[in-house]
């Protein structure tokens, strides 16, 4: 089971989010795919994502993130076992989000929400200080991202596998050239898959 959380702001109806589940349904496993719209809250993102994955697998289980997400996929490593690909994550989103208190709108359908104060002290409670077995993550950070600082990404994930990407941007622009190497760490074998959906 691959389960993809998208960023603050965001909605599974962004870039990454689209083409993961598009590939998916190529190969014939759209049915292990899910990617939930996130609330504001991250309490309550927490909550809606521990009762998607209630009873899987951890060994079977993997949580992509990207931005926020991967800052809730990380700690879902930590808690559950599984493994996590982070797309460029935020590392200290209590810091990166507190301008954001307030209305504000999603990107993908102009609606507005409201982040409310107590959500960066529910950010702060969910604060992963070192990761453990960094064998379970691999991150893509890139160099050109103009949200965040690639450098944090970097030193936050040591010994995990990392691909740094020399310029492009948060949203990864070019995530379909690393989609190959996510779903492979992922554990889809692509070339079984998609011979079972041809035949």
């Not at 962004?14 to 899910?34: C, W």
């Not at 700690?75 to 982070?86: D, K, S």
């Not at 990166?96 to 208190?101: F, G, T």
């Not at 691909?163 to 690393?178: K, N, P, R």
């Amino acid at each position: 089971m691959i389960l993809y959380l998208h960023g603050f702001r965001s909605s599974p109806q962004s870039f990454k989010a689209r083409l993961m589940g598009q590939r998916m349904a190529e190969l014939g496993l759209q049915d292990q795919y899910v990617c939930p719209q996130l609330p504001a809250s991250p309490a309550g993102a927490i909550a809606l994502v521990g009762s998607l994955i209630a009873g899987a697998d951890p060994a079977r289980l993997t949580v992509v993130g990207s931005s926020l997400g991967g800052f809730y996929a990380t700690w879902l490593a930590e808690r559950t076992g599984c493994r996590a690909v982070l797309l460029n994550p935020a590392v200290k989103p209590p810091r990166e989000l507190e301008s954001y208190v307030g209305v504000t709108t999603q990107y993908h359908s102009d609606e507005p929400f409201e982040f409310k104060r107590e959500y960066v002290d529910e950010l702060r409670a969910l604060m992963t200080e070192r990761i453990t077995q960094p064998e379970r993550y691999f991150l893509i950070a890139a160099t050109g991202d103009e949200v965040l600082d690639w450098r944090e990404m970097v030193a936050h994930y040591p010994g995990a596998r990392q691909t740094v990407i020399q310029g492009s941007d948060h949203g990864i622009a070019e995530f379909a050239d690393y989609l190959g190497d996510v779903l492979a760490f992922c554990g889809v074998n692509v070339a079984d898959a998609a011979g079972k959906a041809v035949s």
